[in-house]
Antibody
Framework: EVQLVQSGAEVKKPGESLKISCKGS????????IAWVRQMPGKGLEWMGMIFYGDSDTRYSPSFQGQITISADKSINTAYLQWNNLKASDTAIYYC???????????WGQGTLVTVSS | SYELTQPLSVSVVLGQTARITCGVN??????VHWYQQKPGQAPVLVIY???NRPSGIPERFSGSNSGNTATLTITRAQAGDEADYYCQVWGSGTYVFGTGTKVTVL
């Protein structure tokens, strides 16, 4: 069974940096995208961006461009989502999910809760 | 970008049929995917490419897409179907999720 396992919950202060991870098991990511999705407290899903493992092609939502960095380490089947200057408004659950062109996101990671508070 | 409009909530009597719509101009020309999210859990793909069910998703879940509206239909609704449902499309170089619909089974 394909699984995505995300890193644990984080509590940070405004202005700090953070990198969270998403590790895939039992298969190679080579022909898939890994997407990141934000869900703010009590709100809906927002696509942030994605990375294609085969060639590290990366796409960002205009809403998040310049605010985050998506990267990957193919050797360990792990994708990352990074911030350099966290804000209180970054408080949310962040999900990773595997995608293939036209096929939707499946499976999803369990989510990583990020809390940014002074 | 554009917004995919969903009703805020849909109520369905146990055992009856629920229909959740997702609207935008010419959505019929795009692939639509649907996700179910139960409280405290990650989303789960229930329909991909308009009408297809992933392995393990009950036949009670079906999808259609035409014109300006895509629809997720849940037949013989069960208590376990209570959840938030989101549609999703790819367009203009970005993925967009719908606004989300809370389904309540009465």
């Amino acid at each position: 069974e394909v699984q995505l396992v995300q890193s644990g919950a984080e509590v940070k202060k405004p202005g700090e940096s953070l990198k969270i991870s998403c590790k895939g098991s039992e298969y190679s990511f080579a022909n898939y995208w890994i997407a990141w999705v934000r869900q703010m407290p009590g709100k809906g899903l927002e696509w942030m961006g994605m990375i294609f493992y085969g060639d590290s092609d990366t796409r960002y939502s205009p809403s998040f461009q310049g605010q985050i960095t998506i990267s990957a380490d193919k050797s360990i089947n792990t994708a990352y989502l990074q911030w350099n200057n966290l804000k209180a408004s970054d408080t949310a659950i962040y999900y990773c999910a595997r995608g293939s062109s036209g096929w939707g996101f499946d499976p999803w990671g369990q989510g990583t809760l990020v809390t940014v508070s002074s | 970008s554009y917004e995919l409009t969903q009703p805020l909530s849909v109520s369905v009597v146990l055992g009856q049929t629920a229909r959740i719509t997702c609207g935008v101009n010419n959505i019929g020309g795009k692939n639509v995917h649907w996700y179910q999210q139960k409280p405290g859990q990650a989303p789960v793909l229930v329909i991909y490419k308009d009408t297809n069910r992933p392995s393990g998703i009950p036949e009670r879940f079906s999808g259609s897409n035409s014109g300006n509206t895509a629809t997720l239909t849940i037949t013989r609704a069960q208590a376990g179907d209570e959840a938030d449902y989101y549609c999703q499309v790819w367009g203009s170089g970005t993925y967009v999720f719908g606004t989300g619909t809370k389904v309540t089974v009465l």
